[in-house]
């Protein structure tokens, strides 16, 4: 397949990109390097099959060549990036979005939205199934990124009924693994940087707020199923087994060896308290479901960390 991907030098396109190019495939990366990282894609730049194009997606494209699949990874996704960059942020999830499936609508190509569980914003209903409208505050600090996905989704949606694109949209939940920046601001780099430090460990509240983490190559292979089907609505996809960022925290030190100290601080506002998918639509249409356990994911995250986050 001929495959144009936004966002392809960042924490997940890039591993798209490089299991697109181990199969065979050839891969346009779009990304204008906001929060992406040339290294995550210098093992690919010498491929014949694979094209890097800098540009920011919010503006118009061109593509000469003609594509099968658009796949719109591109966006700020950690508190701190889509903060530091709020109207980035929007004009991604909404130009960048209208763009990404122009383009697919010109060429004929199917689409995939990389949308989010922060759609469902601070829930009222725990595990979230898709059929869960969400509780988020527009106005607040994360709705940047919360209105921004879920826009994205009913753009897609818009041109699916009205231009008939094949599309295609992935909520996914907490995803980690090598290649994850240390200032990306998220937990699982946070305490694993801190850990191999020897700096306390940072907890906002008092840790009992959930997550659900999914192993990187999970994900991927979760999204190359998603292609390769034809469903259209929205669909999770994350590993269902729900962590407290405490019980997180305490397995990091285990795995590390850290003798680093807790410490607490004021939960940010809008934080959401619990975060764990329904992954049972996935499991039906799919047939997909997550495999790598957190202790087995954070093993080998930690050892990438440890490596100075070159690529093992």
Known sequence: MRILITGGAGFIGSHLCEQFIRDGHRVLCVDNFITGIEANIRSLLDQPSFLLIRHDISRPLEVAEPLDFVLHFASPASPPDYLKYPIQTMKVGSLGTHNALGIAKAKGAKFLLASTSEVYGDPQVNPQP???WGHVNPVGPRGVYDEAKRFAEALTMAYHREHQVDTRIARIFNTYGPRLRKEDGRAIPNFITQALQGKPITLFGDGSQTRSFCYISDLVEGLLKLMGTAFHESVNLGNPQ?????????????????????????LPVDDPKVRCPDTRLASKELGWEAKVSLEEGL?????????GGSGL
Do not use: H, N
Not at 243 to 265: D, F, H, Q
């Open 130 to 132: 898709e059929s869960y």
């Open 242 to 266: 729900e962590k407290s960022l405490l019980e997180l925290a305490m397995t990091i030190l285990r795995l590390t060896g850290s003798s680093s100290p807790l410490v607490y601080r004021p």
């Open 299 to 307: 093993s080998k995250t930690i050892e990438w960390f440890r490596a």
